[in-house]
Nanobody, 126 residues
């Protein structure tokens, strides 16, 4: 199995930046596609950003494109989400996730990810 642990969340002012980290352990040879999701109070979990196993393909929802950047270092078994120009609408619990299958493209559905972290809170104040 693969275990994922997020870190780097916190409280920031609008316009600020945060970098979330996702450390993987266990059978990291099974760590393939990478995704970041978020869930705000009263809302469903939504896809934010994702990358393929080799990181050659990335995808973002329109609301974060140009502000967020997903990256990964397979040698260090760590993935990242750099978040810049944060706005209050970004407030949510952020989860990292990994697929157990190699896909040719970025996956955006929660049910396509087998492994999940515990989540880290990001709060953006105005």
């Amino acid at each position: 199995q693969v275990q994922l642990v997020e870190s780097g969340g916190g409280l920031v002012q609008a316009g600020g930046s945060l970098r979330l980290s996702c450390a993987a352990s266990g059978r990291t040879d099974r760590w393939y596609g990478m995704g970041w999701f978020r869930q705000a109070p009263g809302k469903e979990r939504e896809f934010v950003a994702g990358s393929t196993w080799r990181g050659s393909k990335t995808g973002y929802i329109d609301s974060v494109k140009g502000r967020f950047t997903i990256s990964r270092d397979n040698a260090k078994n760590t993935a990242y989400l750099q978040m810049n120009s944060l706005v209050p609408e970004d407030t949510a619990v952020y989860y990292c996730a990994a697929t157990s299958i190699v896909y040719s493209g970025v996956r955006t559905g929660s049910d396509e990810y087998a492994y999940w972290g515990q989540g880290t809170q990001v709060t953006v104040s105005s």
